[in-house]
Each structure stands twice: as structure tokens, then as C-alpha cells.
């Protein structure tokens, strides 16, 4: 049995959904047994989100322009992929009702003036449920049995709206209980991804991307074979193909290689997909809806060729460095554990900390969205230290990038730092920050936004990375 996840660009035309029609067909003839989970189509959960924020914000506009497009974006696949009469009826009832509920939210979210967590979260899954009911219908007008599940009824979270955590006991139990039953049938269940609900039934998300998420869940509690993430390029690459055109297929990933490269901005995979992977040793694999036959990625646990010391290079933006200093604070006990306390009361993740051996400062990378929630609590944390002038200022900087470098025994690998910032400095690229640490797998370090780009270009051709089958092939099984 396998998992089959396709993306918003892969369901996001006429033209994709037949392809990952022909994709699901022919999977199907090596293993009957397929479980496809689905994004929304392309653009949709963006359109929704945004229509709800205006709402919000008093503009009634953009979610009544917004309900007529998704009407027709929805349809027109309809109208192309669905021949039967009555299921395209049927189609057209179901894409009525979802929308009609869009404008519901909508309008009473411009009444009330306010957008909640849970309400945006409500709001952001109809995509998907828009978009199961469609592939399901239009796989059945190729003649293979499928029904639509919605994954609020079998994936089961706490209430964190936006990014909500799987309770994977209950939500397996739900799982064994309505999919392996389906597929004796021999029916394909096609799941929404993304969305979920509390125990008591209340719609949540599992965060932008999160689609890949479901499917490793369903993976996990159905004890899959493999899960295929379908996407719109050949795997995961050696850097985002946007930034570095030259990037290549990475033929094999570890579990922890897949999951760095993830958490430190590759698109390409929810950074949360792997959790639920790794315990069961479940393979992932990483294909091309549009290249099916191309080049993929397989993220196992102990990949071929081992012990590669650079695999890929990755960024992730929109953030800003935060900087205690002082030169006092060499002797105020705790204050790291203080300072690192105070941001964790505003419950904003810390991506990166970088501690200059002079004691004299601390700084660290946040979200930039919630520097000003992390200043105002640090500043009350240490409002004596500031007053008496043991800590001089607490500074923030924004419109920075973390650049990280990922692969395998770097510790272990003599030169790896010399020539990263080596080919930072012939391009004239200043490092802002830098944090080592004691990761075997990573070096990452901050540089402006604007050099970002820049200082991925470098570092990969620093590495030869265009080269990567040549220089490690992977070893034939067997
Ligand atoms: P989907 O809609 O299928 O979930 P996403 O847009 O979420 O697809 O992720 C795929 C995109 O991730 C690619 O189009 C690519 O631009 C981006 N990406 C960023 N880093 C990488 C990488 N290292 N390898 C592959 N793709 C990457
Ligand atoms: N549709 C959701 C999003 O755009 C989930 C996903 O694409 O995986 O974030
Ligand atoms: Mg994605």
C-alpha cells in the first residue's frame, strides 16, 4: 500500500489533474492499493486567506470577486474531465455549497471586524475540500473507484489553529478504521491534506504546506509501503531551482538530511513530514507529477552513498535578528536563560542562536513578523539590567535571510566552514551571523536579503553541486 500526495500546482489545471490522473492509473498497476491525499488547487488557499483578511479588515470586495473565480476554476475542470451528467451535477451542487459557506464566513467576519485562529483556519480548508471531491470524481470518469474522505473526520488534533499537532493514537485508530476498507473495496480514497479537527469536531490546519504532513501521516498509521509526495519538480534538489537554475536531483536524503533542508526553508516538504516517517523506517519519495519517469528523491534512513559531507543549500526569509548587548552582562547570572525565557513567553519559535564568545552579547533569529512581541518582552524581562546599564541595548535587525548549508559528517569533514565563507567573501558577501553549533548536518549563517540569492549561487558552485551525480553516484542496490 502507498500514499500518493499531489501539490497545488499538480492539481492545479484541466491539464494537471488529467495528468495526475494518468499518474494514480498507473501506480494503481503495480499495487492496487493507493491511498491519494490531496492539496487544494493551485492559488486557492491563498485567494481564500486573503479574501477572509480583507473581510476583516472592512473590504467586502475581494471575497464576493473571489467566490466567482473559485467557481470557475473549480468548474471548468469539471466541465472538462467530468462526463457523466449527474456526477457533474453533482460536482456543481457540492462547489455551490462550499462557496456559499466561503461567503458566510466572509461576511460575518466583516460584521464582527475581526479575524480568529480558528476562524481563518476554517475558512483556509476549504480549498481542499473543494479539490478531493473533484479528483475523486474525476478519477471515477476514468474508470477508477474513488470516493472522496475528508480529513477532519480522521485526522485528529489539538486546537493549535494554524499549525495544529496530530494525536496520532486517536487519529491512526480513525485511519485503520475507514481506509483499509475502502481499499479492500478496491476503491482509491482520495483525502483531503492540510485539514483536520479537534476531538470535539472544530476545523483546523496543520499549517501552509501541510499537505504533505497528512500524507505521512496516513502513511504512518496505515503502514504504507512508501508515501509519494507529487510535486512539480524532480524531487529535492540541491537548492531551489528559482534561485539556482543549475541545481540538480538529490538521488537519496536521510531522514534528519530531509528534515533540516526543510525546516530551513526547501518548499518542497513540509518540515513536519518526516516526523511520522521516521519511527516506522517508512521510505519517502519525492516525484515529478509532470516527469514521472525523471529523476526523484528518496529520503530513507541511511542513504547511498554515505557520509556526503554537502548535499544542498537552502534560505528561508522574512526574519529578523534580535541582539542583546551589554557590557555589564558578563556578570548578571542567567541572563541567557532569562532572555531565552522571556521570548518563549510570547511563544515565538527561535530559528538560530549565536553566541559570541565574549559574553558580551546574545542575538538570535525570529520570525520578523513578531519582533515586536519578542522586544516588548525582553525589554520588561530586563528592564533593571537596561536601567542600570548592564545590558546597553536590545537592537533588532530585519530583512535578513538564513542561509544554511546541509549534508552529512560535516564535523568530521576538514574544510567545509574555509570554503563556504571563502566563497562568501570573493563575492564580497558579509556574514551578519553564524551558528555551527554541534549539528552534524548543517552550518548555517545570516546575510541580508538582498545578497541572499547571491550567497546560494556562490556557496553551490563553491561546492560543485551541479555535479552531484557525477561526483556521488548512487551505488546500485544489491
Ligand atoms: P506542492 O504544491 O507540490 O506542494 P510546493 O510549491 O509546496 O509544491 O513545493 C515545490 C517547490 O519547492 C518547487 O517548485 C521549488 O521551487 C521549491 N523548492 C525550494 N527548495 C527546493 C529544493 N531544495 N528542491 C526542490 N524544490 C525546492
Ligand atoms: N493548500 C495548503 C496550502 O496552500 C496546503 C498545501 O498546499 O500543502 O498551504
Ligand atoms: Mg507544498
Redesign the pocket.
Known amino acids: 500500500m502507498r500514499v500518493l500526495k499531489?501539490?497545488?500546482?499538480?492539481v492545479g489545471s484541466t491539464e494537471a489533474i488529467a495528468q495526475v490522473a494518468q499518474v494514480i492509473a498507473r501506480e494503481r498497476e503495480q499495487d492496487p492499493e493507493v491511498v491519494v491525499v490531496t492539496?487544494a488547487m493551485?492559488g486557492v488557499t491563498d485567494m481564500l486567506i486573503r479574501a477572509a483578511k480583507a473581510a476583516a479588515a472592512g473590504d467586502e470586495m475581494p471575497y464576493r470577486e473571489a467566490r466567482n473565480e473559485l467557481l470557475v476554476k473549480h468548474q471548468i475542470v469539471a466541465g472538462q474531465l467530468i462526463e457523466d451528467g449527474i456526477e457533474r451535477a453533482a460536482i456543481g451542487h457540492l462547489l455551490d455549497e462550499k462557496l456559499r459557506e466561503f461567503e458566510r464566513l466572509c461576511q460575518s467576519i466583516y460584521v464582527l471586524g475581526e479575524l480568529t485562529p480558528r476562524g481563518l483556519d476554517v475558512v483556509s480548508s476549504l480549498g481542499e475540500q473543494m479539490a478531493a471531491p473533484l479528483l475523486a470524481a474525476v478519477l471515477r470518469s476514468r474508470g477508477i473507484p474513488a470516493t472522496h474522505v475528508d480529513a477532519r473526520e480522521i485526522v485528529v488534533t489539538d486546537d493549535t489553529f494554524g499549525a495544529a499537532n496530530p494525536l496520532l493514537e486517536e487519529t491512526c485508530r480513525r485511519v485503520q478504521e475507514r481506509i483499509p476498507a475502502l481499499l479492500a473495496e478496491g476503491v482509491v480514497p482520495v483525502v483531503t491534506g492540510f485539514i483536520a479537527a479537534t476531538r470535539e469536531g472544530i476545523t483546523t490546519t496543520l499549517g501552509r504546506?501541510g499537505?504533505?504532513y497528512t500524507a505521512s501521516i496516513l502513511g504512518a498509521c496505515l503502514d504504507a509501503e512508501e508515501v509519494q509526495?507529487?510535486?512539480?519538480?524532480n524531487?529535492?534538489?540541491?537548492?531551489?531551482?528559482?534561485i539556482v537554475p543549475e541545481?540538480r536531483t538529490l538521488p537519496e536524503l536521510s531522514y534528519v538530511e530531509a528534515a533540516e533542508?526543510a525546516y530551513f526553508?526547501?518548499?518542497?516538504?513540509?518540515p513536519k513530514t518526516i516526523l511520522p516517517a521516521v519511527e516506522k523506517g517508512i521510505p519517502i519519495r519525492?516525484r515529478n507529477?509532470f516527469d514521472p519517469e525523471g529523476p526523484d528523491t528518496r529520503i530513507v534512513r541511511e542513504p547511498r552513498p554515505a557520509g556526503v559531507p554537502v548535499k544542498?543549500i537552502?534560505a528561508i526569509r522574512d526574519l529578523a535578528l534580535i541582539t542583546v548587548e551589554g557590557r555589564g552582562m558578563m556578570g548578571v547570572p542567567g541572563i541567557a536563560a532569562r532572555t531565552f525565557g522571556a521570548v518563549a513567553r510570547t511563544g515565538v519559535s527561535v530559528l538560530m542562536i549565536s553566541q559570541a564568545s565574549s559574553e558580551q552579547s546574545i542575538c538570535f533569529v525570529i520570525p520578523a513578523a513578531d519582533v515586536d512581541k519578542v522586544i516588548a518582552s525582553l525589554q520588561e524581562e530586563l528592564e533593571r539590567e537596561l536601567r542600570r546599564g548592564f545590558v546597553d541595548h536590545i537592537a533588532s535587525m530585519r530583512d535578513i535571510v538564513i542561509i544554511a548549508v546541509v549534508g552529512s559528517s560535516m564535523r568530521g569533514t576538514p574544510g567545509i566552514a574555509a570554503r563556504v565563507f571563502g566563497a562568501l567573501g570573493e563575492a564580497g558577501i558579509n556574514v551578519i551571523a553564524i551558528a555551527q553549533g554541534s549539528s552534524e548536518v548543517n552550518i548555517s549563517l545570516v546575510v541580508a536579503d538582498t545578497q541572499a540569492d547571491e550567497a546560494v549561487r556562490r556557496i553551490h558552485a563553491a561546492f560543485e553541486l551541479e555535479r552531484v551525480a557525477e561526483l556521488w553516484p548512487v551505488a546500485e542496490a544489491g
Open positions: 499531489f501539490g497545488g500546482t499538480s492539496s493551485s504546506g499537505s504533505d509526495i507529487w510535486t512539480d519538480v524531487g529535492v534538489l540541491t537548492a531551489d531551482p528559482r541545481a533542508l526553508g526547501a518548499k518542497v516538504l513540509h519525492v507529477t544542498a537552502t
